[in-house]
């Protein structure tokens, strides 16, 4: 009898959905490189999950640039990926 409900409990534990793992989001920074160099939101949701690298493209240009972490108001860090 012990076998038969250990064996239950086993299956009933290895055929239930495992939780989805939250992604966690982030807004992505561009660095810009003037005479006063500037890490700027660019406003897009990125995620530091394995992916293609997160990118913006201003309007105002037509540059598209690789969205990164912000480290300070002068210094962006790591790139981001896209959010899937």
């Known amino acids: ?3 038969v ?7 009933a534990f290895a ?4 939780p989805e793992s939250s992604t966690l989001l982030e807004n992505g ?3 810009v490189n003037t005479p006063t160099p500037r890490c700027i939101n660019a406003e897009v949701q990125c995620t530091v999950s394995d992916g293609a690298t997160c ?8 540059i598209t640039h690789n969205l990164r ?3 300070s108001d002068a210094m ?7 959010v899937n």
């Open 55 to 62: 990118t913006w493209t201003d309007p105002a240009t037509n």
């Open 15 to 18: 055929t239930s959905k495992a």
């Open 1 to 3: 009898m012990f076998a």
């Open 5 to 11: 409900v250990t064996a239950g409990v086993t299956m």
């Open 69 to 71: 972490r912000r480290v």
């Open 76 to 82: 962006c860090g790591i790139t981001l990926q896209k």
């Open 29 to 31: 920074y561009y660095f």
